[in-house]
């Protein structure tokens, strides 16, 4: 059924482009291609309050800060061939995982980095109106890690108002990269043996996009994506208590799952000053979670180079089949889980934004080199976010993006 | 799952209905070609992408590589 579903998709996006192209003498608007490269850095600041952590089993603090920064640096390597090599590195400081140090089995606080790397070769065909392009990358922290590879191909139509984007990926993980998984266990479920199957987990991704114009003021996106997960899906160190007893077990959950999220995304310039920027998700999974979110944005252009944007996002989730609070499983049931995250939940995120990009740029740095171009800033933009969920769980997180052109 | 079937053919037969559109040239794309025109997520918002894949069971839907990484923190 999935393999005909695909071949489904795929032909009803592709018969897209089986209609006569539309003449057009224009000359091609190829403004967006690089000519120098171009280095983002983005950084933030999150942190959340909660008390449903399922590290205690649905029971106990969820608070958690992390302070995040990524570099972004695309070359063009020719007008056609560009790398794009993106890290991010993360510190966070969680007060549920201060039980999960694999060295040790006192209670110390517990201070992570996550590391993420990815790099991607695209090159473009401008005879064919096409973009292909493969991606490796790899993520590192304590306690996982893992690599993974991709590839993406995309096609505009004639008169570049449809594109299609077909895109996949595998991703291959392991807990515990430098120990065994039973290190990672909860302190009283330690020296029990062997509590999971696998230590590994396995994602495959594959994802398709159509883009289309609609109007001179309005164009769309449509996207599915599946993903195929297997492996140990549960994490090694939460905890589930059961109404018979009083100790806990390890979180079981089933070691294959199938996620399918649709999304449509509508953008229209409604006034000279105001856009509409919209997406709506449609989410479902054969764990039993059925979701669906809407995020609206609305910038407003005070300048042509400058704007102000609010945006509101509601989410709202049925729970996993596997999900039941603190205490509330029973010993029969064959997998169990106390994660909030997989509750039946309402969510809502309101935040707003400013970007600034005027034409001359915010600032030049000349070189002293008199062949070489100047360093320019380009952008800035700052965001932030109040995030609140049904469960009690609260956040506020900040960005900001700065762009140069080198 | 039939549901998400169902929702997926419904979705997709969108495509076909939408591609019929008017042709809109290149020197009528001054409004399509704004920065904030640009379809698919802010460069800023990464990150916050990152902790409703964490905080919510649904992810991805939004072009990018999602369902890897264990979200544990």
Redesign the interface.
Same mark, same amino acid.
């Given at each position: 059924?999935r393999l005909q579903?695909i071949q489904?998709?795929s032909f009803? /996006?592709l $018969?897209?482009f089986a209609?006569q192209p539309?003449p057009?003498s224009?000359?091609?608007?190829d403004?967006k291609v690089l000519d120098r490269t171009q280095v &983002?850095f983005?950084f933030?600041y999150?942190h959340?309050e909660g008390n449903n952590s399922a590290v205690t089993g649905g029971k106990g603090t969820e608070k958690?800060t &992390?302070v995040?920064s990524?570099i972004?640096v695309n070359v063009p390597v020719r007008s056609t061939h560009s790398i794009q090599v993106e890290y991010g590195i993360s510190y966070?400081t969680?007060a549920s @995982?201060d039980n999960i140090n694999p060295y040790s089995i006192s209670s110390a606080s517990s201070d992570?980095l996550?590391h993420k790397l990815?790099i991607t070769s695209s090159f473009k065909d401008t005879v064919n109106n096409s973009q292909r392009g493969f991606?490796v990358?790899a993520?590192h922290?304590n306690?996982?890690g893992?690599i993974?590879i991709?590839g993406f191909y995309s096609k505009e139509s004639e008169?570049?108002?449809?594109e299609v984007?077909i895109?996949g990926?595998i $991703?291959l993980?392991k807990?515990a990269l430098y120990y065994p998984i039973s290190k990672l266990y909860p302190i009283e479920l330690k020296g029990q043996g062997d509590l999971v199957d696998t230590d590994k987990?396995y $994602?495959?991704?594959f994802?398709l996009?159509?883009?289309?114009?609609?109007?001179? =003021?309005l164009?769309?996106?449509?996207?599915?994506?599946l993903?195929y997960?297997t492996g140990l899906l549960s994490?090694p160190?939460h905890r589930v208590y059961f109404t018979e007893q009083d100790a806990p077990k390890l979180e079981k959950l089933p070691s294959h799952k199938?996620?399918?999220?649709?999304?449509? =995304?509508l953008?229209y310039?409604l006034l000279d000053r105001l856009?509409v920027?919209s997406?709506y998700?449609?989410?479902? &999974?054969?764990?039993g979670?059925? /979701?669906h @979110?809407i995020n609206i944005e609305l910038?407003f252009?005070i300048t042509n180079f400058f704007?102000l !944007?609010p945006f509101y996002?509601f989410?709202t989730?049925t729970a996993?089949n596997y999900f039941k609070g603190y205490k509330e499983h029973n010993l029969s049931e064959k997998y169990y889980t106390s994660d909030y995250?997989?509750s039946n939940?309402i @969510?809502y995120?309101l935040g707003g934004?400013v !970007?600034y990009?005027p034409v001359y740029n915010i600032a030049t740095i000349k070189r002293r080199k008199k062949n070489r171009h100047a360093i320019a800033w380009k952008k800035l933009?700052? =965001?932030y976010?109040y995030?609140k =969920?049904s469960t009690g769980?609260y956040?506020n997180?900040v @960005?900001?993006?700065f762009g140069f052109i080198f | 799952m039939k549901k998400a079937i169902h929702a997926t053919l419904s979705f997709v037969l969108l495509v076909p209905v939408i591609a019929g559109c008017v042709s809109v040239r290149e020197y009528q794309k001054a409004y399509l070609n704004d920065e904030e025109m640009q379809l698919g997520e802010r460069k800023v918002a990464v990150f916050e992408a990152d902790f409703h894949s964490y905080r919510e069971g649904a992810v991805g839907g939004t072009i990018g590589n999602s369902g890897s990484g264990c979200g544990c923190n």
């Open positions: 059924m579903l489904l998709f009803l /996006a $018969s897209a209609q539309q057009d224009e000359v091609k608007n403004s &983002d983005l933030s999150y959340q958690l &992390d995040a990524t972004i966070y969680s @995982s992570n996550v990815d991606k990358g993520t922290q306690n996982f893992g993974r991709g008169d570049r108002n449809r984007k895109q990926s $991703s993980d807990w987990r $994602s495959y991704n994802s996009a159509y883009k289309q114009i609609l109007t001179t =003021r164009q769309m996106q449509l996207a599915g994506e993903i997960q994490t160190f199938l996620r399918i999220p649709l999304t449509l =995304r953008n310039f856009i920027r997406l998700r449609f989410y479902v &999974d054969d764990f979670v059925r /979701a @979110s910038p252009k704007s !944007y996002n989410h989730q996993a995250d997989l939940l @969510s995120e934004g !970007y990009a933009e700052l =965001r976010a995030y =969920r769980l956040a997180i @960005s900001t993006h | -």
